[in-house]
């Protein structure tokens, strides 16, 4: 069998990974691209962006995924890279709590660069990684507080990662793959209805409007829920967790 190209997929999207210095970012990245795990002292440069096609609900598409690492330091992600992006993982290191507390930042962060480079409607789907869960005996941060922290914050899903063992590294990035092919093109997935076309089709005729009515109701509604301080970039009620091993 012919192996993938990015000819053959439906849609590419742009991809951020990012957290704190050393939490595993690269290494996931690796990875997922079924490179060899390497324990380094020194600090990575970074990967820039890798590709990966992914199979989404009957649609192939490709996550263009850009590592921030090396930069993380500086806290120098700038405006530039989150122009465009359409999802993002977030990794903390369960071996380091300040990894883990630092998270608020980042999300702030990704709050307001997507608020100014973006004008749009939709969420941007962040999955929140709890990488180097393999390193059981020098586990800092609960599982718990990471489930706790992607209900009530942001997350869609919380995965517990190991760039080592592999584990939910895939699972992961394929979950961000769904969630943005959803969000972005929903009639690629084979389950979206057929009837909800038409619906929104007709009703977009009649408003002259450019957002689907049907989604725009949907996040307006969770808009009014949530409240105007906490944008549902992150609706809560999309989140389910799932644990490494389950
Ligand atoms: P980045 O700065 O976030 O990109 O972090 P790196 O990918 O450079 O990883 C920092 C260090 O953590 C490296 O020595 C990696 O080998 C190690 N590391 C990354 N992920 C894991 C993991 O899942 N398990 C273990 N045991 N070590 C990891």
Redesign the pocket.
């Known amino acids: 069998m012919m192996p993938l190209d990015e000819s053959d997929c439906a849609a590419t999207y742009k991809v951020l990974v990012v957290?704190?210095?050393?939490?595993?970012?690269?290494?996931?990245l690796?990875?997922l691209m079924n490179r060899e795990?390497?324990?380094?002292?020194m600090?990575?440069i970074?990967v820039d962006f890798v590709k990966k096609i992914f199979e989404v609900d009957g649609a192939l598409v490709q996550l263009v995924i850009w590592?921030t690492?090396?930069q993380?330091r500086f806290r120098s992600i700038t405006r530039l890279q989150y122009r465009g992006v359409q999802g993002i993982v977030l990794?903390y290191?369960v071996t380091n709590s300040q990894s883990f507390t630092h998270l608020q930042f980042w999300i702030n962060s990704i709050h307001s660069e997507i608020r100014h480079s973006q004008h749009q409607y939709e969420p941007i789907p962040i999955i929140l990684c709890g990488?180097?869960?393999?390193?059981a005996d020098s586990r800092q941060v609960d599982t718990r507080r990471g489930e706790k922290l992607s209900r009530e914050e942001m997350a869609f899903e919380f995965y517990e990662?190991?760039?080592?063992?592999g584990d939910n590294v895939f699972l992961a990035f394929q979950r961000l793959a769904y969630h943005v092919t959803d969000i972005c093109d929903p009639k690629l997935m084979k389950s979206y209805h057929p009837f909800m076309i038409k619906q929104e089709d007709m009703s977009h005729k009649q408003n002259g409007d450019s957002v689907t009515p049907k989604r725009k109701q949907k996040w307006k509604a969770k808009k009014a829920k949530v409240g105007h301080s906490k944008l549902p970039v992150f609706p809560r009620s999309l989140c389910c967790v799932s644990q490494q091993g389950s």
């Open positions: 957290g704190e210095h050393s939490v595993g970012k690269t290494a996931l690796n990875r795990f390497r324990v380094s002292m600090p990575t970074g590592d690492a090396g993380e990794v290191d990488n180097k869960a393999d390193m990662t190991s760039a080592k063992t």
